[in-house]
């Protein structure tokens, strides 16, 4: 079992800079792929990046790909999402989420989620 909680959400200006984090129990973290998704109000759920077991393959949206960055650090058990050069259109409730195997990008093939947490962009 691995349990998840994030942190990190709050209030920003557009172009200003937020660093999400991850932090899971369980020992088996590190076998896990992780991925962050976002749900804005009255939109599905989709898939910003992830992020393999090993740190060494990642994935980004197109619509943040170039400002943001997912990584990793297994010895804490932790995955973060940096998120630079906000924009309005990235507010939305996110997510971090865990699965065995290679990350996809479908909400449903993950196995662990966090309880989210607000990012909102004013303009």
């Known amino acids: 079992q691995v349990q998840l909680v994030e942190s990190g959400g709050g209030l920003v200006q557009a172009g200003g800079s937020l660093r999400l984090s991850c932090a899971a129990s369980?020992?088996?973290?590190?076998?896990?792929?992780m991925g962050w998704f976002r749900q804005a109000p009255g939109k599905e759920r989709e898939c910003a990046a992830t992020?393999?077991?090993?740190?060494?393959?990642?994935y980004y949206a197109r619509s943040v790909k170039g400002r943001f960055t997912i990584s990793r650090d297994n010895d804490k058990n932790t995955v973060y999402l940096q998120m630079n050069s906000l924009k309005p259109e990235d507010t939305a409730v996110y997510y971090c989420a865990g699965r065995e195997g290679w990350p996809t990008l479908v909400p449903g093939d993950y196995k662990y989620w966090g309880q989210g947490t607000q990012v909102t962009v004013s303009s």
């Open positions: 369980g020992r088996t973290f590190s076998s896990y792929s």
């Open positions: 992020i393999t077991w090993n740190g060494g393959t990642t």
